[in-house]
Nanobody, 124 residues
């Protein structure tokens, strides 16, 4: 059974930064893109960034571009999300997910494996 486990959430001060990690167990994620999504109360789950298997292709939506960096270390934990200049609008449950394929994927339907999520709360 594949497990993705997010960590690093908690309370972040507005204007501060955060770093989330996603650890995988159960199998390797060779040829899997990884992505981060987030969901705030009453809102749809929103794509944040995605990265391909080799780490040389990334994609960020306009809402976070310039503030978010996704990276992966395939020898250790599979993916990280770093965010700077955090605002109250960034408060959400953040999920990591895996999508089989050689490129990057922007929509939820490509992702077959999901973590349970980690809560990020922003204090002002």
């Amino acid at each position: 059974q594949v497990q993705l486990v997010e960590s690093g959430g908690g309370v972040v001060q507005a204007g501060g930064s955060l770093r989330l990690s996603c650890a995988a167990s159960g199998r390797t994620f060779t040829n899997y893109a990884m992505g981060w999504f987030r969901q705030a109360p009453g809102k749809e789950r929103e794509f944040v960034p995605t990265i391909n298997w080799s780490g040389d292709i990334t994609h960020y939506p306009h809402s976070v571009k310039g503030r978010v960096t996704i990276s992966r270390d395939n020898a250790k934990n599979p993916v990280y999300l770093q965010m700077i200049n955090v605002s109250p609008e960034d408060a959400a449950v953040y999920y990591c997910a895996a999508a089989r394929g050689s490129t990057v994927y922007y929509t939820r339907n490509y992702y077959s494996d999901w973590g349970q999520g980690t809560q990020v709360t922003v204090s002002s």
